[in-house]
């Protein structure tokens, strides 16, 4: 991986990511270099419409290592696909920039379990436009088996709510017959926090996806006996995608209750 001159981008052969100057626009470009039917390109522009956070200092220390993660958590996108060389697609919308770090620490011991939401719709009541996410991890047993999880709520015109509080629940279980997890068909996300100028907040999110994207073996490209021996002593990672079309938010800021609707994106990756 190439960090630019200007410190401004970074390349690691198949995938760049460049800032603007004013650090209000990311540019993310993959491009996977092989030839013919497998050759895809993805170009994105991630145009900011809010303020950076971190919650506390953003910085947790695990078995000798540091993990940070900033967000970036309302912003409108643009993003464009590209394969065989042909322009197939285009599309438009409102998402989250996560910048993690680590240093000192693979990725297997940071989280055994992570929770990743984004929901994106308007307010039932006023009709304003938010984006909400929720990212979560559970650090491995040396670790204390600590849960680290953090989230916000960012709408139209009113004050950022941001999550700390929080609680994932996996229900309705099945075994993957792919990699032997135990996969939910329901998520319930129960948030608790404040907003930015200190009232207390809470927010459920009763998913129930209507779309199953992927399961993905993250080293599925490796060498099958290496792959084999890595997952049976090392680590097994994979990771699962859903959309629900028709998510329900109920917001609770005060005393006020407000209804939200739109779509969401659910990740769960496990890395035992």
Request: with cysteine; aromatic share 10%; proline share 2%.
């Given at each position: 991986?190439?960090?630019?001159?200007?410190?401004?981008?970074?390349?690691?052969?198949?995938?760049?990511?460049?800032?603007?100057?004013?650090?209000?626009?990311?540019?993310?470009?993959?491009?996977?270099?092989?030839?013919?039917?497998?050759?895809?390109?993805?170009?994105?522009?991630?145009?900011?419409?809010?303020?950076?956070?971190?919650?506390?200092?953003?910085?947790?220390?695990?078995?000798?290592?540091?993990?940070?993660?900033?967000?970036i958590p309302y912003g409108e996108i643009v993003?464009?696909?590209?394969?065989?060389?042909?322009?197939?697609?285009?599309?438009?919308?409102?998402?989250?920039?996560?910048?993690?770090?680590?240093?000192?620490?693979?990725?297997?011991?940071?989280?055994?379990?992570?929770?990743?939401?984004?929901?994106?719709?308007?307010?039932?009541?006023?009709?304003?436009?938010?984006?909400?996410?929720?990212?979560?991890?559970?650090?491995?047993?040396?670790?204390?088996?600590?849960?680290?999880?953090?989230?916000?709520?960012?709408?139209?015109?009113?004050?950022?709510?941001?999550?700390?509080?929080?609680?994932?629940?996996?229900?309705?279980?099945?075994?993957?017959e792919v990699s032997g997890y135990d996969i939910?068909?329901?998520?319930?996300?129960?948030?608790?926090?404040?907003?930015?100028?200190?009232?207390k907040a809470s927010l459920v999110l009763d998913?129930?996806?209507?779309?199953?994207?992927?399961?993905?073996?993250?080293?599925?490209?490796?060498?099958?006996?290496?792959?084999?021996?890595?997952?049976?002593?090392?680590?097994?990672?994979?990771?699962?995608?859903?959309?629900?079309?028709?998510?329900?938010?109920?917001?609770?800021?005060?005393?006020?209750?407000?209804?939200?609707?739109?779509?969401?994106?659910?990740?769960?990756?496990?890395?035992?």
């Amino acid at each position: 991986m190439n960090v630019g001159e200007d410190n401004l981008s970074i390349d690691s052969g198949i995938v760049r990511m460049t800032w603007c100057n004013e650090f209000k626009k990311i540019y993310i470009d993959y491009d996977n270099k092989f030839e013919g039917d497998s050759h895809i390109e993805i170009h994105l522009v991630f145009d900011f419409d809010s303020n950076g956070y971190k919650i506390g200092e953003g910085v947790n220390e695990l078995s000798g290592g540091k993990v940070k993660h900033s967000f970036i958590p309302y912003g409108e996108i643009v993003a464009t696909t590209k394969a065989h060389d042909l322009d197939l697609h285009e599309a438009r919308g409102h998402g989250t920039f996560i910048h993690a770090l680590s240093t000192g620490i693979l990725p297997y011991n940071v989280g055994v379990l992570w929770d990743f939401c984004v929901a994106a719709g308007k307010s039932e009541t006023t009709g304003e436009t938010f984006v909400f996410h929720i990212l979560q991890y559970l650090t491995p047993e040396k670790a204390d088996s600590k849960l680290i999880t953090q989230g916000a709520l960012i709408r139209d015109g009113k004050r950022g709510i941001y999550f700390w509080d929080n609680k994932v629940e996996h229900k309705n279980i099945a075994k993957s017959e792919v990699s032997g997890y135990d996969i939910p068909k329901n998520i319930l996300l129960t948030m608790n926090g404040e907003t930015e100028d200190g009232e207390k907040a809470s927010l459920v999110l009763d998913a129930h996806p209507d779309e199953f994207l992927s399961e993905i073996d993250i080293l599925g490209n490796m060498n099958r006996v290496l792959r084999t021996v890595v997952q049976a002593i090392v680590t097994k990672p994979f990771l699962c995608n859903w959309i629900d079309n028709n998510c329900v938010l109920k917001l609770k800021v005060g005393d006020t209750e407000e209804t939200l609707k739109g779509v969401s994106f659910h990740e769960i990756t496990y890395m035992s």
